[in-house]
C-alpha cells in the first residue's frame, strides 16, 4: 500500500495496460485489495476499462466475491450491463457472479439494476445459468426482480422447460407460481410437459398438467 502511494506521488499512469490490457485497478480489484482499489479511483482510475477479452475491474471483482469492491467500483460509476465478446462467451459481471456461486455480488447487482435478461453465447439468461448450477435462492431474487420466465435459449428452451426435462419439481412449482409460460415450445416443437414426459418425471408431469399444460 505504501509503495502504491509513492508511485502515484511520482505520477505513475494509473491507466497504463499490460500487453494483455489489464490495469492496475483490475489487478488490485481481482487481488481484493479494497484500499488500493480506492486509492486508484480517488486519482481517477478509468473504473470502465477494458483488457483484450472486453473484461472490466467489476467483472473480475464479480467473479472473485469481492462484494466490498464491487459496490465501490459500482458507486464510482461502472457499467454494471458491460458485456464480454462473442468469442469470449459474452458474459456479463452478472453472469460471472452467478457460475461461481457469489450470491452476494449477484444481489448486489441486482439491486445495482444489472439487466437479467442478457444473454450469453448459449442463448442463457442469468435465471437459466441460476438454474443449470442450482442456485434457488438466486432463481428468487431474480423472479422477485422480475426477470424474464419466458427467455428462451439458442434450443428455444425456456427456464420451465430445462427444470421440467431435468427433473427439478421445486424449481417447475417456483416458475409456474410465477406464471412462466406452461405450454412454450422450444425449436423443435417440445413443450415442458413433452420434455418431463420423455425423461420420466411423473411428478413434474401432474404440476404441469395441474397448470393447464396441453396435453
Do not use: C
Request: proline share 1%; hydrophobic share 50%.
Amino acid at each position: 500500500f505504501t509503495s502504491a502511494l509513492a508511485l502515484l506521488d511520482a505520477k505513475a499512469d494509473v491507466n497504463a495496460k499490460m500487453d494483455n490490457g489489464i490495469t492496475t485497478l483490475m489487478l488490485a480489484s481481482e487481488a481484493g485489495h479494497m484500499d488500493i482499489v480506492r486509492l486508484l479511483l480517488d486519482v481517477k482510475a478509468n473504473v470502465n476499462a477494458k483488457d483484450n477479452n472486453g473484461a472490466t475491474a467489476l467483472m473480475v471483482a464479480s467473479a472473485e466475491g469481492h462484494t466490498d469492491i464491487a459496490r465501490l467500483l459500482i458507486e464510482a460509476g461502472a457499467n454494471v450491463n458491460v458485456k464480454m465478446p462473442k468469442e469470449s462467451d459474452s458474459l456479463t459481471a452478472l453472469m460471472m457472479a452467478l457460475v461461481r456461486g457469489h450470491t452476494e455480488v449477484v444481489r448486489l447487482l441486482i439491486d445495482a439494476k444489472a439487466d437479467l435478461d442478457v444473454k450469453d453465447e448459449k442463448g442463457d439468461t442469468a435465471l437459466m445459468m441460476a438454474l443449470q448450477e442450482g442456485y434457488t435462492e438466486v432463481i428468487r431474487s431474480l423472479i422477485d426482480a422480475k426477470a424474464n420466465l419466458n427467455a428462451k435459449d439458442n434450443d428455444g428452451y425456456t427456464a420451465l422447460m430445462s427444470a421440467s426435462q431435468h427433473g427439478n419439481l421445486e424449481m417447475v412449482r417456483t416458475l409456474l407460481a410465477s406464471k412462466a409460460d406452461v405450454n412454450a415450445k422450444g425449436n423443435s416443437g417440445y413443450t415442458a410437459l413433452m420434455l418431463a414426459s420423455a425423461e420420466g418425471h411423473p411428478k413434474v408431469v401432474q404440476a404441469l398438467l395441474a397448470a393447464k399444460a396441453l396435453s
